[in-house]
């Protein structure tokens, strides 16, 4: 599976941004797809992540209630809509996929396949 991420930006503090993943490969729909997020000087953190076929998403605190997570699998995209960004969203953030965890896993290291990251920067 090759992921494409896409979508990210300069947006001022309170905006709303949605990233892109697009897939190409294997099929898509085995996967459960998470997106991950990583500033600079810190470790690569779990963002959520979304199921393999039944839609079941789920987040970090420090995104739930602002950031959701869907997939269309006939288009092998899986999407990451940010509202009321922070500034301390900044990161580049990542797509993967998870062969293994039918609801994807918060764990880096389950994941087989990444994206190659999109910057996403907040103004204050």
């Known amino acids: 599976v090759q992921l494409q991420a896409s979508g990210g930006g300069l947006v001022q503090a309170g905006d709303s941004l949605r990233l892109s993943c697009a897939a190409s490969?294997?099929?898509?729909?085995?996967?459960?797809m998470g997106w991950f997020r990583q500033a600079p000087g810190k470790e690569r953190e779990w963002v959520g992540s979304?199921?393999?076929?039944?839609?079941?998403?789920y987040y970090d605190d420090s995104v739930k209630g602002r950031f959701t997570i869907s997939r269309d699998n006939a288009k092998n995209t899986v999407y990451l809509q940010m509202n009321s960004l922070k500034p301390e969203d900044t990161a580049v953030y990542y797509c993967?996929?998870?062969?293994?965890?039918?609801?994807?896993?918060?764990?880096?290291?389950?994941?087989?396949?990444w994206g190659q990251g999109t910057q996403v920067t907040v103004s204050s």
């Open positions: 490969g294997r099929t898509f729909s085995s996967y459960a």
């Open positions: 993967a996929a998870d062969s293994k965890n039918q609801y994807g896993s918060s764990w880096r290291y389950d994941y087989d396949y």
């Open positions: 979304i199921s393999r076929s039944d839609g079941s998403t």
